[in-house]
């Protein structure tokens, strides 16, 4: 018997929060426990024939939660412990539901502001000054298609009755279409803590189409429930469970979160508009876009970007990474609609198409092309900046995470949510079979260091010796890479950003990756970890 066991908590219990009760004159003659532990638990589902018996159940597992009354806090449990109140049993069923709830946005007329989460009833009795600033304004977006498709039953079991209990108000969106975040996200001017249970795509389109604060870098809190595939930024920032995320959205604070901003050539288009046929709500509508002419104007493209001519290039915010050549390739063509039909064996099967031919892609990558950068080459090798890679390459991504998948740790340098640097992951043309044992050493932690100079890192961060900071004003961050693709062929310009796939046309120009800041459209980011 384990020690959570043995407090009276189910083998399948994960531990949330633990709370005060919150009591008043008003509660005098009731007596209610000193304190509340609220535990993410999961029990088998039944079958819908009851007269079968318990073996026929359905093996799936789904979640509820568990609370449990305690008259002090185990010393298993201080580490849950909340600094703030939560409602007394059965209290919080006579007051209304504190949340209100969006549908299908593409018909809602919502804007989005801190009045707009106040409810009608208060929640009794509650100190809402006690909450965490983080827990007073909140939204959550539930991409309902995404990964595992369990985020709806998270957010009614856990994550709705536990925010009840605590009095928390809170806005609910459930996606209805490839526009839903898009429809939220532009809604947005005021001061907001954001959940998102889905993956990174999601989270990077939310970000990408957020509409104009009121005030210049007015700060925004995003805490993301990992329900996706990949879920790499989730994965990289400690948020490695749906139980451990919604556990630090009460117990967490906000960290500053880096962004990269990314401009692509005129005529790029992303590639999720060429299949709108697609109900996987959790892929971007490619509507987010923003089209910036070469005088230096920018604005939001309010439709898909196919065509932009030779003025425009075509900019994004990415959080996690950005990738060329073979995985650039694999995201692609495990994302088309052929593809999509074969569920989690896609990316195996993309995998083996891609390594049937040669993968060389020409180009030339130029890394620190802004001189207030240096080049690191780890552990702590300095290299001349600029610093050009003009040969043929096989593998190429810059990234702010060090995992793409739970168990996939590709740059493990990588700190994120609040480094501003970029790391970056390189190999050269080579065999399949040794491009084939460089894509699988990741799965094996550290493993990639042992590649020698097949695999090559880099970090680019800013100069010690100027003490530069990070960009907090509007401004993208310095230009620290740049990669002028020498491809003809549209199978070897594809790019991938967060999970969207982006076509680059030959010869239009470079890609421009630029020094990672806290800024996005205008937001300061924040992630609560």
Partial sequence: MTSLESLGLPSTAVPLVIAPVALSSAHSTQTFPQYILFAYAEKHRASPDSKQSTSSFNQDLIPYLFEKSFSSVPQELEQYLAPYPVLPPQVHSTSHKHHHYHQDLSTSSHTHSA???????????????????????????????????????????????????FGVSHVYVATSSKTSVKTHAQSFTDPSTVVLLSGDTSVSEFIN??????????????????????????????????PIAISRLFLGNPKPLANLFVEFPPGSHTGSDQDESSS???????????????????????TAVTDLGSSSALTFYAIAIVSWAVHASLVADSDSPAYR???????????????????????????????TLDVIKPPSKQIKAPYTLDHDHAYLLFSLVSKIEKTYTISPNSNPPSACELH???????????????????????AFFKLGDNVQYYNLRYKTSNNAQ??????????????????????????????????????????????????????TLNLVT
């Fill in 424 to 446: 970056v992951v390189h190999t050269d043309y080579t065999s399949n079979e040794d491009l084939l044992a460089m894509m699988m050493a990741p799965y094996t932690d550290g």
């Fill in 280 to 302: 996987d709500n959790d892929r971007p509508s490619s509507s987010c876009s923003t089209v910036v002419d070469r005088s230096g104007s920018a604005g939001s493209s309010d």
């Fill in 115 to 165: 009045q707009s989460n106040n409810t009608t009833s208060k929640p009794i009795e509650t100190d809402t000054d006690a909450l965490p600033r983080h827990l007073k304004y909140l939204t959550i977006i539930n991409s309902t298609t995404s990964g595992t498709h369990r985020s709806s039953e998270i957010y009614f079991a856990i994550l709705a009755p536990l925010l009840n209990r």
């Fill in 209 to 242: 189409c957020l509409g104009t604060p009121e005030h210049q870098l007015q700060p925004l809190c995003l805490l993301v429930i990992p329900t996706g595939t990949g879920n790499a930024l989730a994965n990289s920032c400690g948020l490695s469970s749906i």
């Fill in 341 to 371: 039909t074969l569920g989690s064996t896609r990316f195996q099967k993309a995998a083996e198409e891609n390594l049937a031919r040669p993968q060389r892609y020409r180009g030339t990558v130029t890394l620190g092309v802004d001189s």
């Fill in 470 to 523: 990070p960009s907090r004003d509007s401004q993208p961050g310095p230009l620290a890479a740049q990669v002028w693709p020498g491809e003809s062929n549209p199978t070897y310009q594809r790019w991938c950003l967060d999970g969207v796939t982006v076509h680059v046309p030959a010869n239009a120009g470079p890609v421009k990756i630029h020094l990672p800041t806290y800024v996005a459209h205008g937001w």
